[in-house]
């Protein structure tokens, strides 16, 4: 399905992120991993997973709340003089659970640094490169939060409206370049953020699943793969519920 293109996806270290590295190798996609910073065990992982499927894999390191950093990384693949076919922002946090009138703009900032505004310069700097090419996919990760406004607290859900908002605005902007923009929204995924969802509330929502289980990474990243390939080739534009049926 993604057999002879080149991904970046960010997040890579674990949870979804690490899922769709290995979901894409094993459709025969070259990847550069992006993670924060370098770790022997990570690049033995992306290694192992290279050798099962054939495939290229480069790990990459950056910090995406620092811009210099992230236009130094993107300046290194361009390097590689590789098509950059698909890039994947996957890379997000979710702070500990605190009630909108209790937290403060600063810790808002720090998770909208996180969440959006490192989406958007990868994807200003990425997408530059794509336009040259006259084609390009790009996935985000947004989240029923930012559809629903639950589960998760103020600046969370927020955060991932303003993907879902930039996704649709995008997909607009750069249909002429013949770049498609589509996003994943996953519910409740077995993963350490959503370890974090107090009990109670995620009691709540799994009430609220048709399935009445978790997501495992996998099954998201099953998703975002088919959107980065050519069979979502008159997708753009769209943001795809993973949720159980909610």
């Not at 006259?134 to 985000?140: D, E, F, P, W």
């Amino acid at each position: 399905m993604l057999k002879g293109k080149n991904a970046i996806i960010t997040g890579t270290r674990r949870g979804i992120g690490r899922a769709a590295v290995e979901t894409f190798a094993s459709f025969g996609a070259n990847i550069w991993a992006c993670a924060r910073k370098q770790d022997d065990t990570f690049e033995e992982d992306m290694r192992q997973i290279s050798d099962r499927y054939s495939v290229s894999i480069w790990p990459v390191y950056f910090d995406v709340t620092d811009g210099g950093q992230i236009k130094e990384a993107v300046q290194s693949i361009r390097k590689q003089k590789a098509s950059i076919d698909v890039l994947v922002n996957m890379v997000g946090i979710v702070e500990d659970s605190t009630a909108f009138l209790m937290t403060s703009i600063d810790k808002m900032k720090h998770l909208f640094d996180t969440n959006f505004f490192a989406a958007t310069l990868l994807t200003q700097y990425v997408s530059r490169l794509m336009a040259r090419q006259s084609c390009g996919s790009i996935v985000n990760i947004a989240s029923i939060a930012g559809l629903d406004g639950e589960p998760a607290q103020y600046e969370y859900a927020t955060s991932k409206a303003a993907i879902v908002g930039a996704t649709k605005h995008l997909a607009r902007e750069l249909a002429s370049s013949n770049i498609r923009v589509n996003a994943v929204a996953p519910g409740m995924v077995e993963t350490e953020m959503g370890a974090k969802i107090e009990k109670n509330l995620r009691d709540h929502m799994l009430n609220k699943v048709i399935m009445k289980r978790m997501g495992k990474p996998a099954e998201i990243a099953n998703t975002v793969a088919f959107l980065a390939s050519d069979y979502a080739s008159y997708m753009t534009g769209q943001i795809i519920r993973v949720d159980g049926g909610m």
